[in-house]
């Protein structure tokens, strides 16, 4: 079982910078792929990016791709998710997520652990 704890949400126009933190904690961080998802209102969750365990390997939404970057620190047991050039199509709740299997990275398998969340804004 793993604890995921989410922060760095907020308000922001559009061209800004976000970057969202996810903290583990519960097992060995290390061990786990960690993700990023997000939910805008009345659509359903969407894949935005994911890292292996080594963080050796990425994989993103075409939607993100050269606006996000996913990196990890497993000394710290958090990922992050660096978001530049905000569009207001980018709000949504975004949601951390971990699995032990490297297969989600690719979007193989589902993945176990969610977190609960944070609000990203932005306004045009």
């Known amino acids: 079982q793993v604890q995921l704890v989410e922060s760095g949400g907020g308000l922001v126009q559009a061209g800004g910078s976000l970057r969202l933190s996810c903290a583990a904690s519960?097992?060995?961080?290390?061990?786990?792929?960690m993700g990023w998802f997000r939910q805008a209102p009345g659509k359903e969750r969407e894949f935005v990016a994911a890292?292996?365990?080594?963080?050796?390997?990425?994989n993103y939404a075409d939607s993100v791709k050269g606006r996000f970057t996913i990196s990890r620190d497993n000394a710290k047991n958090t990922v992050y998710l660096q978001m530049n050039s905000l569009k207001p199509e980018d709000t949504a709740v975004y949601y951390c997520?971990?699995?032990?299997?490297?297969?989600?990275?690719?979007?193989?398998?589902?993945?176990?652990?969610w977190g609960q969340g944070t609000q990203v804004t932005v306004s045009s």
């Open positions: 997520a971990a699995d032990p299997s490297s297969a989600v990275v690719a979007g193989r398998a589902p993945w176990s652990y």
């Open positions: 519960g097992r060995t961080f290390s061990l786990y792929a």
């Open positions: 890292i292996r365990r080594s963080g050796s390997s990425t």
